[in-house]
């Protein structure tokens, strides 16, 4: 257990984080932690993943933040202070393992630019990687350990296979431990598989998160950048270290991280193993002393005074109080009233019968907004849909009828080909559909 006079580090650690994720929490990553957020509300309201929404990886993360969505509302700032607590258990484990070294990990949770501390199920993986790290170091129960591995196979598929190898390379000839991890992995993938079956989604969840994710891959990742070589500089670094100590297999495990990295390469992802790769670096450290941990108390606690004075300053960002779910939403002021005027376009032509479907990157904030269901639609991306997946949602729209879509036509025309968003699926809606309407680059569009 935690000692009481310890609490105020994880009390400090909390509130330091939470403010931080309100300013940056839904913008710094721009679309991922939005999306993220898309998922967990949508499992909070009863929606199936696969079947009602789609969803590129396994679903534990949007399960266990809906928790706190279905309990206290669907609030933005019950997403953040779930994700806020989330960092505060990764710390106390990190305190666990690393002692006062587990400090410096506060600058590497914030740099660069506070991307990799947002709420995604990348995050979750993360957090229980480093409990598995603890229960390693501790030599724990492995049935424990292939209980974790499990859920973190369930958080990200990717990276829940990489992780069990380092198992399989430490106790290929102890198969009685093998065998203890391995029941321990299969236990919760089972419940997920009965679930699945259940559910009726088994189907298109191996469509979707593995048929559809080479098509994914090849569509979003834009692999040969600075960050590529940076990431291959790091994994040689890491080599030469489990050189060195080829019995410690907490290395293992961080270099098997680098599959944060798979299949899709951005700097977001790159961010998520730099904080990993950070670990194999601090048993070569020396521990801060009073005075440094001090100092990075003092740089928490400055960047805390400087949110608090940007959050409630009001001089350039405002909270969007008026918009239903949002109301802990900071957003620039000159942004406020075009948002407010879009969700007064979807109203005017929404009905009893049929909502419009928004096209474009934004799409779950209007839904979330309205209270109402995710769909396919709302997370428009390349190889989102599994195999084939973006003929199959066109094929969708040619049997829809008087249907309203809502385009971004900004984003449309400035979408790069490193971009995510699925022009094809908007190309095909314009060239079947009546413009009947438009607000600034919102254009509305009626498919007879």
Partial sequence: MVKIKSFWKFIFIFIFFLLILVIFGFHNNQFDPMWNFGYSYAMSIGEIPYKDFTLLTT??????FSIGLRIFGHDNIVFLTEQALLITFTFYFLFKIYDKKAWIMMFAFIFPFLNNIVPTYNFLAYSLMIVVIYLEKENKNDYLIGFIL???FLTKQSIGLCMI???IIFYYKKYKVLLKRAIGFLFPCIIFFIYLLITGSLFNFIDICFLGMFDFASNNSNVFTVFFFLALVMVGILLLIIKKNRKDIINYYILCSFSFLIPIFTEYHFYMFFMCFILALLPFVSAPNKTLIFIINIVCISICLFCFIVVYSGLHTVFLKDVHNFKYYLID????KSLIDTLDLYQRYKTKEKSPIFLGTQSVYFTIANEEKIDYFDILNRG????KGTQKMINKIKKMKNQIFIINMNKYKHTGVEDQLDKDIIKY???HSKKID??????VYLKE
């Fill in 59 to 64: 679903p534990l993360f949007p399960f266990l």
């Fill in 150 to 152: 499990g859920l973190i």
């Fill in 165 to 167: 190898i380092p198992s």
């Fill in 333 to 336: 002021k000159g942004s406020k």
């Fill in 384 to 387: 989102n849909y599994g195999y």
């Fill in 429 to 431: 809606v314009i060239k």
């Fill in 438 to 443: 438009n607000l600034a680059y919102y254009y």
